[in-house]
């Protein structure tokens, strides 16, 4: 089987900034997803800062929550992929 690859990249389309994650099967198995060989693509952007309060220093300010988000969106292309290799 191909391996299944994801690349991470800067996301254009956010205004607070974030991460364009792409999957795909790297078909010549040289190791980094060639245009051809990607298969999804999705922005994960990050929140808007918060204001600080509610009893917690770093309210809407953590890159936690956009990394959780990120690990997510990973794992459904990855499960997507994997599950279109096996039709």
């Known amino acids: ?3 299944t690859l994801f690349e991470v990249g800067q996301a254009l389309g956010c205004p607070s900034g ?3 994650i792409s999957t795909g099967a790297d078909s010549n198995g040289d190791g980094v997803l060639s ?3 990607v298969t999804d693509t999705q922005e ?3 929140g808007q800062a918060g ?3 509610g009893g917690c220093s ?3 300010n953590t890159p936690l929550g956009g990394f959780i988000l990120a690990m997510a969106v990973l794992m ?3 499960r997507r992929s994997h ?3 096996q039709v």
């Open 18 to 20: 974030g991460v364009l």
């Open 44 to 46: 994960v952007c990050n």
């Open 35 to 37: 245009e051809d060989e």
């Open 58 to 60: 770093q309210s809407g």
């Open 83 to 85: 599950r279109s290799e």
């Open 1 to 3: 089987p191909t391996p």
């Open 51 to 53: 204001v600080d309060g």
């Open 76 to 78: 459904l292309a990855l």
